[in-house]
């Protein structure tokens, strides 16, 4: 148990449909991150927030559209995903973006994303 | 820019032999390095991680890792493997630097299998 927890574990979704992941943190963190993650390939980074606010977006297509309520919950809402998107979705926290890289990443057991 | 090559994607390895996982980055500027593992059907957890002083950081689960900065690699080392580090593992790095990227760049990955 790391502190970090996604949900839903595994989801199978249409083209059409719509769906959202969800990250929760319980570490007292600032900081949160979506990855994703292909067969055989790096983990690839996609966003990032620091005290709610996006500090990064990874060249990541309009079709993933993320939200951060709080310091504490991130989202990742889907729609009209293409099967390449099918992958392992990671959430990870960390203490707060200062002193640059130095901070911890805890990371969530992933959302297993299948798109048919 | 940054980026982190991982020069075997599967080491096949006996139970209580020693095992040495290739890690070598690329970076104009100091980095922080790191190692995870990621269990199956799991999120990724720290091994270890290198931020300064000695070159030679130990981790959980009995495994070591040597920065040498000349050869700009991070390799990871065990003595002994037990059946339960059959695993997936990842290195990584982040700038230490204020660059404005906070998030960490993987290799692809090295899967460690252990046979009995």
């Known amino acids: 148990e790391t502190g970090v927890t996604q949900t839903p574990r595994h989801l199978v979704m249409g083209m059409t449909n719509k769906k959202s992941l969800k990250c929760e943190q319980h570490?007292?963190?600032?900081?949160m991150y979506w990855y994703k993650q292909s067969a055989k390939k790096p983990l690839e980074l996609m966003f990032v927030?620091?005290?709610?606010?996006?500090?990064e977006n990874n060249s990541v297509p309009s079709r993933f559209s993320p939200e951060c309520p709080n310091s504490s919950h991130l989202f990742l809402h889907l729609h009209t995903l293409q099967p390449e998107d099918s992958a392992l979705y990671l959430c990870?926290?960390?203490?707060?973006?200062?002193?640059?890289?130095?901070?911890?990443?805890?990371f969530g057991a992933g959302t297993r994303l299948s798109v048919l | 820019a940054q980026s982190v090559t991982q020069l075997d994607s599967q080491v096949p390895v006996f139970e209580e032999a020693p095992v040495e996982l290739r890690c070598n980055y690329s970076?104009?500027?100091?980095?922080?390095l790191f190692w995870y593992v990621q269990y199956p059907n799991q999120g990724l957890q720290l091994l270890l991680k290198?931020?300064?002083?000695?070159?030679l950081v130990k981790g959980i689960n009995g495994f070591e890792a040597e920065f040498n900065k000349s050869q700009t690699s991070f390799h990871l080392r065990k003595p002994s493997v037990h059946i339960s580090d059959t695993a997936e593992y990842f290195c990584?790095?982040?700038?230490?630097?204020?660059?404005?990227?906070?998030?960490?760049?993987f290799g692809s990955g090295t899967r460690l299998q252990v046979q009995p």
């Open positions: 990870a926290s960390s203490r707060r973006i200062v002193e640059s890289g130095r901070n911890i990443q805890y």
């Open positions: 990584a790095v982040s700038d230490q630097g204020n660059t404005g990227r906070r998030a960490l760049t």
């Open positions: 970076s104009s500027v100091s980095v922080y």
């Open positions: 927030y620091n005290f709610k606010e996006q500090t």
């Open positions: 290198y931020l300064s002083g000695s070159t």
């Open positions: 570490l007292g963190h600032n900081a």
